[in-house]
T-cell receptor, first 113, second 113 residues
Framework: DQQVKQNSPSLSVQEGRISILNCDYT??????FLWYKKYPAEGPTFLIS?????DKNEDGRFTVFLNKSAKHLSLHIVPSQPGDSAVYFC????????????FGQGTTLQVKP | DSGVTQTPKHLITATGQRVTLRCSPR?????VYWYQQSLDQGLQFLIQ???????AKGNILERFSAQQFPDLHSELNLSSLELGDSALYFC????????????FGNGTRLTVT
């Protein structure tokens, strides 16, 4: 049972344009969401998070949007840079999960110069 | 550098064997998590320890076990290895709060032949 889904395995965008990565979840008990970025041969690194009491959180070029009614969140990267090319994982947690972060399958983003 | 150290980086072993993966958390972090990433899969939560005690358990096989020692380092033991156990095994640490971002090591790539 995949509680966190990233339906797009890959995404390719031009440098300078917007990258939009999407994530859907099924468990209504999730109340905190995170995005991680992963380069080859490295572990995932924390990028940005959002609590369920908010619908938007911004950090520099990265913005995460949360639509609770649709159980959907998205990560916007503006402007995209070649160094952003990586695998992006969406993750979710709820108060009942006791630290058990549930990850999506990941989306590979390629930013072309 | 996340501050989380995993050893070894690579491990090649035969079916039926037993291996131990080691993780040193970031300084000050009390929680250690183990995740498995198989080919084309997201990160699957295995187990969490907090200050030496098991805190949460995921889809961890009975052939797998883990522990966290008084110095907070952790070991993941995999026994009676099967071909399907070939995967990347990540360790992560956090300060321990339910919503604390996880900081990942670079993983141990296990190949079972």
């Amino acid at each position: 049972d995949q509680q966190v889904k990233q339906n797009s395995p890959s995404l390719s965008v031009q440098e300078g344009r917007i990258s939009i990565l999407n994530c859907d979840y099924t468990n209504s008990m999730f109340d905190y969401f995170l995005w991680y970025k992963k380069y080859p041969a490295e572990g995932p690194t924390f990028l940005i998070s959002i609590s369920s009491i908010k619908d938007k959180n911004e950090d520099g070029r990265f913005t995460v949007f949360l639509n609770k009614s649709a159980k959907h969140l998205s990560l916007h990267i503006v402007p995209s840079q070649p160094g952003d090319s990586a695998v992006y994982f969406c993750a979710a947690i709820g108060s009942s999960n006791t630290g058990k972060l549930i990850f999506g399958q990941g989306t590979t983003l390629q930013v072309k110069p | 550098d996340s501050g989380v150290t995993q050893t070894p980086k690579h491990l090649i072993t035969a079916t039926g064997q037993r291996v131990t993966l080691r993780c040193s958390p970031r300084s000050g972090d009390l929680s250690v998590y183990w995740y498995q990433q198989s080919l084309d899969q997201g990160l699957q939560f295995l187990i969490q320890y907090y200050n030496g005690e098991e805190r949460a358990k995921g889809n961890i096989l009975e052939r797998f076990s883990a522990q966290q020692f008084p110095d907070l380092h952790s070991e993941l033991n995999l026994s009676s290895l099967e071909l399907g156990d070939s995967a990347l095994y990540f360790c992560a640490s956090s300060v321990g709060g339910n919503y604390s971002p996880l900081h990942f090591g670079n993983g141990t790539r296990l190949t079972v032949t």
